[in-house]
Structures are given as C-alpha cells and as structure tokens.
C-alpha cells in the first residue's frame, strides 16, 4: 500500500523519524509540495498525509486509489471534507498533540510583552549597562501579572491549560465558552460572555475554533471594549482577528501590546500592517512546534493510520 506525506517538512525537519510510517506500506514523504502537484505525487497513494498543503473536490476526483486522508493537525479545513466523504475517503485528524507547548508559549509571549526581555538583554550587549551611571536600568515600563485578569475565550484544553498557568501565577480567570461544563476549581474562576471577556480582562488569549461566528471576532468594535493597559495574544487561528482593526487599535494606543503567532494569511503579505505595528510581536506559527510535540503529533499520525489499516479508524472527521 502506498503512502505519501506531501509537506513533511513542517513536522520533520530532521530530527524524528519517518520508520515507524514506512513499516506501514510504501512510503514517499515530501518535504513540501505546491498545490498544482498534489494530484502527481498523490496519485496511486491510498494513504495520503498533510499539515498545510490543501486537497480540494477536484484533486480527489483525480485520485481514484486513495481511501485515507490523515491531517498532521488538528485543524482540518486544508481538506474538503464533503468531497472526502462523498468519495468514501476517510479523514482523520490529530485533535491531542501540542496542549502544554502552545499554552506554554501563549506566556513566552505575554512575558516578553510584560519585561522586554529582549529589549533589555540587547541593550546590555551593546554596552548601555556599562555605561549607565545606575546599577539598574529601565528601556520600557515592567507589568507584574499576579492579581491582574486572564480573559480566555474558548476553553477547550489549550484554553484550560492556560488558565491553569494564569492562575499558578496569581491571576484570575474569565472564560468564554458554549460549554460551560467541569468548572475549575481556581479562586475567582468565572464564566463571561465574549464581550465581558474583552472589557474586563488585563490579557486577552484566544484559543476559539475557526468557525463563522468566530471569524473576525476580534475587530474594530471589540477592540474599543477593551483596556488600553490591555494585551492580546493569539495562539489560536488568524482569522479570528481582522489584521487592519488589530494594527489601527496598537498603533492608536488604543490597547496597550499584542503576541500574535498566527495571521488572517500564513506566511503574510509584505503589506500585512501587524509585523510593524506598535507594540506587537508576530512569530512564524511555532507555538506547536516543539519538538516534544511533533514527536507525539508522528507519533499518534502513525496510530492513526494502523488504526485504519486495522479497521478501526480513529478520529475520524469524515
């Protein structure tokens, strides 16, 4: 049985192990692969593996022999799903991989806006402690975050992990959900409405599906709701903030910082105004990246597809 992984690379760089994959049937693993090759080096692969790289209704009409679409992700909206489904092909995704890294780094990023760390430790590199007559200097105002507000919205596992990091640090916590089940058991623990999450909170971090009640939820009227002490991170999905709204309220000190590790569009235009908006850091979608996390993600892609060969296929979309 054939298998191809069209955009390896994202997962692989190098250091894991595709062998575990190749003793499932005949393996071709891609490093990355343009939309206008996917049906070539799809073709006659009944197993087809993807992060990113898109299969639409009129690449599945070009491969009759596949029969198994497995995502390297959790979201899963790189497949046309009702094509899939239509043609009988099954599709999984890998909902469980990546919950302490991105939790993890929607601090590194809240941090880094609270200390400028970098900012610091580069001015002493270019000798501006050696040449300060105080023995402690200051490039930009501190934030301490114990006793301030963790607005959450979308309190799935990454959501609930950050609020369990948010409230070992002294902060309270708003949650917004449809699911208000299994409340925390953290001192101050409340369940508010997008909007109150938005007025009363001192950080914003958004962790809500891609839907369409969620897209472009983040916006020039929601934004006005805000603090101006207030900081947004984005750990989630771009296209829950509309990016021209978002850079006007930084650049306007209308909120005080943002973290952002996704855009609207992934990798960005030149002319996508957040990079070089006031007060806000941009990273290349790494939150998930660790190499902690791939290992479990290859780990559980590789589950998935012996789950199928076996007849039992496990989390399947379609």
Not at 181 to 190: A, Y
Not at 290 to 312: F, K
Request: aromatic content about 6%.
């Amino acid at each position: 049985m054939k298998i191809a992984v069209l955009d390896g690379y994202a997962l692989n760089p190098g250091d894991l192990s595709w062998d575990a994959l190749a003793r499932l049937g005949e393996l071709r693993v891609f490093e990355r692969t343009p939309a206008e090759d996917v049906a070539a080096r799809a073709a006659g692969a009944a197993i087809l593996l993807t992060n990113k790289t898109p299969i639409r209704a009129g690449t599945l009409r070009q491969l009759p022999d596949l029969k198994y679409i497995g995502v390297l992700a959790t979201g899963y909206d790189v497949v046309d799903v009702r094509a899939a489904a239509e043609r009988g092909i099954v599709v999984t995704n890998i909902p469980i991989y990546g919950t302490a890294s991105v939790a993890q780094f929607v601090f590194a990023l809240l941090l880094e806006l609270c200390h400028n760390v970098r900012q610091h430790a580069d001015a002493v590199r270019a000798g501006e402690w050696t040449r300060t007559p105080d023995w402690s200097f200051r490039k930009s105002p501190l934030v301490e975050l114990a006793g301030k507000t963790m607005g959450i919205i979308g309190f799935g596992r990454i959501g609930r992990q950050t609020g369990r990091i948010a409230d070992a640090m002294g902060m309270r916590v708003l949650a917004c959900d449809p699911c208000h089940t299994d409340p925390p058991p953290w001192d101050g623990f409340e369940w508010s409405t997008a909007e109150q999450v938005l007025r009363r909170s001192d950080v914003v971090s958004l962790h809500a599906p891609l839907a369409p009640d969620t897209r472009g939820m983040v916006n020039a009227r929601s934004l006005e709701w805000m603090k101006p002490t207030a900081f947004l991170i984005n750990t989630a999905r771009g296209p829950l903030v509309v990016d021209q709204d978002l850079a006007g309220a930084l650049n306007a000190g209308r909120i005080a910082g943002a973290g952002l590790d996704v855009l609207s569009v992934e990798p960005p235009a030149e002319s996508n105004p957040l990079p070089a908006a006031r007060n806000c850091l941009v990273t290349p979608h790494i939150a998930w990246a660790t190499r902690e996390a791939r290992s479990r993600l290859m780990d559980l892609a590789v589950e998935n597809v012996a789950a199928y060969l076996a007849g039992a296929p496990r989390n399947v979309i379609a």
